[in-house]
């Protein structure tokens, strides 16, 4: 059993103390309210009026339109490798590619519901916070050679003979099926504490709570304060907040227990922690933090951990909607038609014709004008204009354009285009701050595997091994591989981005739009394309930044630059006069054409030449 490092009373005042300050936020910017209002339970004492009022939710609305436009269903990762003057780039690039195949697979597996977390995180993002834990888990089966140990001279000849008398013990237990799992974190069970601060990985510790049952902790290895764990029952507290997170049958309610994850950042350790009574009952060292935030809005005046909720400002424009079209409702069923009659004007008989006569009735009367309508009250503009400007103004706020809604803008095709303009500066923002999300997610897989894993690993490679330019293209290549540990510790680093065009079809159209205007200005431009350097910066200037699509046309260039190099020079050279007897011959030679082998090895062997080296 591990002796415990941090006594139990410091974790009470610690938690105590935590959650204090978490509440204080929470009810400053009305997080509970912004749930109900996602719901949509958008009026006060709702239940309570004993009818439904109009709500017409914006706020759920603008939110599933993030959703689709930011968080991709099947998501695309890109892994490039970061190399050194030293290293090999064929060799790192290939690395690269292994580190992207593995990633992709892991994430796009239906099974690890990679998509589906991150979405409620991201959810949870416009109401506190969004939090995702990464990990990696396994299956534990018992070891057959467990009690058949080797001895060292079955392992290794070349060992001396001290050491081949040595037993090596095998582990009692080997896993099974790893995987790398993804967890999504509710915002309202998550706590900082000790320093706060703005990043997360600088707070003092960090940890979330939820309720496990109490057989489960109990066949935890390693597990410390075992009687303590027994004697633990459910408080009423407890009970009633665990209906806010989670809805169980009473039978599992009452042997379920309050346990805090919690990842000590200047002990370096991960602590569960008992919530009542506070004691440890786990703990051991982390290799890296495994929790990833995304925060739309950091409160920089507090340069606190907990920010700013973006639904928080959507809340008065809401309410606004929500009273007129109330208002407009109330007033359509508090008045019915009504006539006035001029008195003397009619006969009784026609008056009850007129109540109750069918449609298309003729009613005699005195006077013409004898029976008009008596009009209803008017509203007024305001209240039909206070629906536009109440929507726009959470339109505004929200940053989402009418476009994305499916409505047509009420204004001009210039101040349209112009409102796209800024309205993409801002979603491309957002969108950006997503995928740096996903790439710190991305890298802690690939870690986790590296450092985590001991069997294979089975990934759907994007190309066939060996296929690349200027290689052979060969479709019997199998286009899957078992990965190991060991592929990864290849020494070369990484980094991570995300292929925005697996993010959502509005962002498939942008990505292919700055493709064929990059393909326009390569082709009304010729020039451009004989240079490598201008042939990345005229991507960059236009907003293109697929790596190995800008590589591939850096090629292109060079292949360009080497057929003009090559058309110079035979136009400088004149031809040699042919020696008699082999005119015919050389006329066969020239009209024949080259093979593809003789093509392929004459580029290869020229590139670097005209290059000066390859293409970074």
């Not at 719901?39 to 709702?46: D, K």
């Not at 030293?86 to 590619?97: L, V």
């Not at 008045?335 to 109750?356: C, H, S």
């Not at 991507?539 to 800008?550: Q, S, W």
Request: glycine share 6%; aromatic share 10%; hydrophobic share 35%.
């Amino acid at each position: 059993m591990p002796k415990q490092t941090i006594e139990d009373n410091i974790w009470g005042s610690r938690l105590d103390t935590a959650d204090k300050y978490y509440h204080s936020w929470e009810g400053l910017f009305k997080c509970d309210i912004l749930d109900k209002y996602y719901e949509g339970e958008q009026w006060r004492s709702q239940r309570q009026l004993g009818y439904n009022p109009y709500v017409i939710n914006k706020v759920y609305e603008t939110i599933q339109i993030k959703i689709a436009n930011f968080i991709p269903t099947f998501p695309s990762f890109l892994v490039a490798s970061r190399v050194g003057n030293e290293d090999d780039i064929a060799t790192a690039a290939h690395s690269a590619q292994l580190k992207e195949d593995l990633l992709n697979t892991i994430t796009q597996d239906p099974e690890n519901n990679f998509s589906e977390e991150v979405e409620q995180a991201y959810k949870d993002s416009f109401f506190r916070f969004g939090m995702i834990e990464v990990g990696y888990a396994a299956d534990w089966i018992e070891n057959p050679n467990a009690p058949k140990p080797l001895l060292g001279k079955d392992t290794d000849v070349r060992l001396s003979d001290r050491l081949k008398r040595r037993i090596i013990e095998e582990p009692s237990e080997i896993p099974q099926n790893e995987r790398v799992y993804f967890k999504h974190i509710p915002a309202k069970t998550f706590r900082v504490g000790g320093n706060d601060h703005k990043y997360l990985n600088r707070c003092g510790w960090v940890g979330y709570y939820e309720f496990v049952d109490k057989d489960d902790l109990l066949s935890l290895k390693k597990l410390m304060n075992r009687d303590k764990v027994e004697q633990a029952t459910v408080s009423d507290s407890e009970e009633s907040n665990r209906e806010t997170v989670r809805h169980d049958t009473a039978e599992y309610a009452r042997n379920s227990l309050k346990i805090w994850h919690i990842w000590d950042l200047k002990a370096e350790l991960r602590l569960l922690v008992l919530d009542s009574p506070k004691v440890t009952v786990f703990q051991k060292k982390y290799d890296f933090l495994p929790l990833f935030d995304l925060r739309p809005d950091r409160r920089l005046i507090t340069n606190g951990f907990y920010p700013i909720p973006p639904a928080f400002h959507w809340l008065s424009p809401q309410d606004e909607y929500n009273e007129t079209r109330e208002m407009l409702r109330a007033h359509r069923r508090r008045f019915v038609r009504k006539f006035q009659v001029i008195e003397g004007m009619i006969d009784d008989e026609e008056i009850e014709k007129f109540e109750t006569g069918p449609d298309g009735a003729l009613i005699k009367v005195k006077r013409e004008n004898s029976i008009t309508p008596v009009e209803n009250a008017d509203l007024g503009q305001s209240v039909e204009q206070s629906i536009a400007t109440s929507a726009d103004d959470l339109n505004r706020i929200s940053g989402t354009s009418d476009e994305s809604r499916g409505v047509a803008d009420r204004t001009t095709a210039t101040q349209a285009n112009i409102v796209n303009q800024r309205t993409g500066i801002r979603d491309g923002k957002e969108r950006d701050r997503v995928v740096k999300w996903f790439s710190h997610i991305g890298r802690a897989v690939l870690l986790i595997v590296r450092e985590k894993f001991t069997g294979k690993t089975l990934a759907k490679l994007t190309q066939a091994e060996g296929e690349s330019f200027l290689g052979s293209v060969n479709p019997n290549k199998p286009l899957y591989r078992y990965i190991t540990a060991e592929d990864l510790k290849d020494g070369y680093d990484f980094k991570i981005d995300v292929d925005v065009t697996s993010m959502s079809t509005t962002a498939q159209m942008d990505e292919k739009k700055k493709l064929l205007e990059y393909l326009s200005v390569l082709t009304q431009f010729p020039m451009v394309a004989f240079s490598p350097y201008l042939v990345r910066e005229i991507a960059y200037r236009i907003g293109y930044r697929n790596e190995k699509a800008i590589a591939e046309f850096q090629q292109m260039a060079l292949l360009m630059e080497l057929a003009r190099m090559n058309q110079l020079k035979a136009a400088a050279q004149p031809a040699p006069m042919p020696q008699p007897g082999q005119a015919g011959q050389q006329i066969t030679q020239q009209a024949t054409p080259p093979a593809a082998e003789q093509i392929r090895n004459q580029l290869t062997n020229q590139l670097p030449q005209v290059a000066g080296g390859p293409v970074q």
